[in-house]
């Protein structure tokens, strides 16, 4: 049997130019797409980024990947997912999985890539990085996401204050990821400890309603966007 | 005075087809480039990214940005290099600057750039992120950079041994930069401390001749690349 060769393209933060040129060539050659969705009803936005940047009708494939908690439904999820996607890769036809930023950061694509090469470990893959939100942020900031010597961290969701404390001292840059629920708990750490500390606030980064926050403090008790990303700096080692 | 635009721009890690279309588009309307260089008479590698994307002859400015400790010099070029471009923009026209991987992250972008805003705040920039090697080298080996509610550090250039053997234990997926001549020293960590930990090294990512190697530990007592990067992770973790 021949598979067709599996992709896996990170389409960008949201603005449809910031696909790279080999994710535009790859997407124009292949015919079929799989698009992973929390909700079947959903429109997906990575498939509308790609549709913005190219003109072509796709056949897609959707992907039901649900966002809970529970691990053992999860796993069910991706791998009915590979199951999905083996079938039709088994007729020899490549498809492209489209991940929203980058497929190897914080994306479902490494979970479902984990299970697919368990089931069909022949099957070929080719991973197309894509432009991460967290490089979108510090881009639409105009600051350093980490020069020179400094370290920087990641962190998806924060636990708790007294963890924030420590990493605050610990390290020179902070990405705090899906921090809009917790403005109140960031601004308390970095009012006990940050004096020497800047906070910045970006929500919808590479779309068109992107909002900047400059000032953090004056967004306490605010309901802000889920997926807001707070980038925690040493005062004066920006750019502004 | 009408300023020229001024445009930072992330050329990736060094395949021509991971350049963005945006930086693309913006690079073939521009007709100036400023091109960083560590030594004036090297051969740029962002610049000849560039050239093998896009078929255009540009004018360029050559920056010097030499790779030395000394802070004071160090700044002084980075002010001279700020009005040589200062000088140019002055004229009405339009220029961007290009940069290996993404603008914000250990690239002399952001120094120039302070630089640049404290002589001439008023200066229009536009920053284009590009696909940072950090994020190359995750989908060469085909591993997730992080997942769920992982976090992810990255450290330019490791200080000491005690200070690894910590991270190990405190963080899931740590990427070290500039790793080429430390591998003995990571090696000695990961047998002291890390039996839950796996590590691999990338050199030259993104470029054609990039060498991957899966197992760290036959690297000991080899003189490796300096720009050489060790990922290590959680074992069982990745999607190998």
Known sequence: MSWGKFYGIGVGPGDPELLTLKAKRILEQTELLFVPKSRLEKRSVALSI???AIDKQWRTVDLLMPMIDDEKLLNQHWREAAQAIMQHLSKGIDGA???LGDPTLYSTFTYLLKQLKELA???KVEIVPGI???NAISATLQQPLAEGEENLIIIPALQ???TLAGLTEQFDNIVLMKAGRQI???CAVLEDRGQDKQACLVSRC???DVSVHHDVFALTGQKLDYLSTVIIK????DSQ
Do not use: M
């Open 234 to 237: 040493k005062k004066g080692g």
């Open 184 to 186: 109140d708990k960031i």
């Open 206 to 208: 590479g779309f068109e």
């Open 121 to 123: 470990p022949e099957i």
């Open 50 to 52: 790609v549709g913005q």
């Open 160 to 162: 708790d204050q007294e």
């Open 132 to 134: 991460s939100a967290v």
């Open 97 to 99: 999985f489209i991940t």
